[in-house]
């Protein structure tokens, strides 16, 4: 199926970016700051939303809480962005986040984790760990319940869930009931792949981009590549772990990384629903609010998280 039509209409009319790798990190976080800055606000009902810190292994995290409308306890969602490990943050996540509180009617805590080639592995994934930890023990501070925790991403936030869910088994805590993970990708890129052979060039995605990404965020390939910790499809066993919510795009070059991974799951005994979103790329989630087939897959994921927070 050819790429979304809404979303073919609003890559042709996007300013053009620098390419990952093409200009030093600073410019390109700038740019892709300029582009978050200009993006409208997505526009949803919400109690409050509320920026703050918590404590991390390096120092303070910056959060941001979102608290849909209603009264009583909710559950609880700690999210993570996505963009490679490099760039992205609060405010890059925030459309998603809205959607989800207010489409889950839960807490939303999204993370600010420090980002690579300055922080690279394993500091993103301490970060995360540290950050469910203080939500599960912390939970009643923001009105949210500690015994509906989920952990959730997009992309390489996506990894970060996969690998806290997997730490969190293997460390005794905190009891994760479900997991979102947004186009995954968490194994080293496979450049035979069929996904990634096909969308080599994109859109949004493309296969130097990846090799990019994963070269920051690992620093030393080599050493890492099969590290769990970095890369969850890694793991020896995938048994016991919470449920889990695999979205993945059509037309993304991450795509069969992230159904492997579903299969992994299910193959596991892991209850597990994996969804490939027809004519969608890479990153699809964050037009959230304006592209109808991509609202349609928010409220999937939506209903999906309430199902398993009751």
Not at 18 to 44: E, H, I, Q
Not at 74 to 98: E, K, T
Not at 213 to 241: F, M, N, T
Not at 252 to 276: F, H, I, N
Request: aromatic share 8%; proline share 8%.
């Amino acid at each position: 199926m050819p790429l979304d039509p809404e979303i073919a209409a609003i890559l042709r009319h996007m300013p053009t970016m620098p390419r990952a790798g093409s200009v030093p990190v600073a410019v390109f976080r700038a740019a892709v700051n300029r582009a978050t800055a200009a993006a409208p606000k997505l526009d949803v009902a919400l109690r409050s939303i509320a920026d703050r810190t918590i404590p991390g292994p390096g120092g303070e995290i910056p959060v941001r809480v979102y608290t849909p409308e209603g009264i009583g306890t909710f559950p609880i969602l700690v999210y993570f962005h996505g963009g490679g490990y490099v760039i992205g943050d609060l405010n890059s996540a925030d459309p998603i986040c809205r959607a989800l509180s207010h489409g889950g009617k839960c807490v939303v805590m999204s993370v600010d984790y420090r980002l690579a080639p300055e922080h690279p592995f394993p500091i993103p994934n301490d970060d995360a760990y540290a950050a469910t930890l203080w939500a599960s023990i912390h939970a009643a501070k923001l009105g949210a319940d500690s015994g509906r925790l989920a952990v959730g991403g997009d992309s390489a936030g996506a990894n970060l869930s996969a690998a806290v869910t997997l730490r969190a088994r293997d460390c005794g805590g905190p009891n994760i009931r479900a997991q979102l993970l947004m186009y995954p990708s968490p194994d080293y890129p496979n450049a035979e792949s069929g996904s990634f052979i096909e969308y080599a060039e994109g859109p949004m995605l493309t296969a130097d981009d990846s090799f990019y990404y994963w070269q920051q965020y690992l620093g030393d390939v080599e050493k890492y590549r099969h590290d769990p910790d970095a890369c969850p499809s890694e793991a020896a066993s995938h048994s016991g772990l919470p449920s889990a919510f695999v979205a993945t795009g059509e037309c993304d070059a991450s795509r069969d990384s992230g159904e492997a991974y579903a299969a992994k799951l299910l193959a596991a005994g892991v209850p597990t629903e994996m969804q490939r979103y027809a004519g969608m790329p890479h990153g699809f989630f964050n037009w959230v609010g304006h592209v109808r087939s991509v609202n349609l897959a928010m409220s999937e994921v939506c209903d999906w998280l309430k199902r398993q927070l009751v």
